[in-house]
């Protein structure tokens, strides 16, 4: 299996534009999970999806933030627009619910907004 | 407020020595407890884990402690080898929900040949 596969691997854009970073999900897996880290708050959990559907976007910072599942295999996560506060890696996450605690991470996305 | 804490950044230590790394928390709902380890340019990858209803759990060189009266865990690894070098994070989370992880920072551990 290829694992969790994120796009771009690194993304440099001006503040104002629209960002959208994107992840597979591993084959079988129903739950998806989006990671913001930074050096003052570590990883913080952004969004969680199970079987598609958001099921807890408390940690979305504002709603310049968007998340969508349009299939069980793919997830895009959208910055519109962009702020330099913005910078950080971004990780996506798949797991199998019941399986506690094996989130798969994917390498990240650092972005790095100007 | 930061819920975990891992309070060292960084930690050297000689190859096949122990390697000690420690995390508390302050949520008294934390039941369940996890280290993840991270290389440069890769994702976290699950290490160990924890339940509340332990003290120990142990998986070839690396070990788990939970200290629940101190709110405190700490991941021993014997021998530490080169291959070690990561960030270790410490993760919990509590009975009320299955899914959601709040990390420490991280420990830069540095295993020196």
């Known amino acids: 299996d290829a694992g969790v596969i994120q796009s771009p691997r690194h993304e440099v854009t001006e503040m104002g534009q629209e960002v959208t970073l994107r992840c597979k999900l591993i084959s079988g897996h129903n739950s998806l999970f989006w990671y913001r880290q930074t050096m003052m708050r570590g990883l913080e959990l952004l969004i969680y999806f199970n079987n598609n559907v958001p099921i807890d976007d408390s940690g979305m910072p504002e709603d310049r933030f968007s998340a969508k599942m349009p299939n069980a295999s793919f997830s895009t996560l959208k910055i519109q627009p962009s702020e330099p506060r913005d910078s950080a890696v971004y990780f996506c996450?798949?797991?199998?619910?019941?399986?506690?605690?094996?989130?798969?991470f994917g390498s990240g996305t650092q972005l790095s907004v100007l | 407020d930061q819920q975990v804490k891992q309070n060292s950044p960084s930690l050297s230590v000689q190859e096949g020595r122990i390697s000690i790394l420690n995390c508390d928390y302050t949520?008294?709902?934390?039941?369940?407890f996890l280290w993840y380890k991270k290389y440069p340019a890769e994702g976290p990858t699950f290490l160990i884990s924890i339940s509340s209803i332990k003290d120990k759990n142990e998986d070839g060189r690396f070990t788990v402690f939970l200290n629940k009266s101190a709110k405190h865990l700490s991941l021993h690894i014997v021998p530490s080898q080169p291959g070690d070098s990561a960030v270790y994070f410490c993760a919990a989370k509590s009975g009320g929900s299955n899914y959601k992880l709040t990390f420490g920072k991280g420990t830069l551990l540095t295993v020196n040949p």
């Open positions: 949520n008294s709902m934390f039941d369940y």
């Open positions: 996450a798949s797991s199998l619910t019941d399986s506690n605690e094996k989130l798969f």
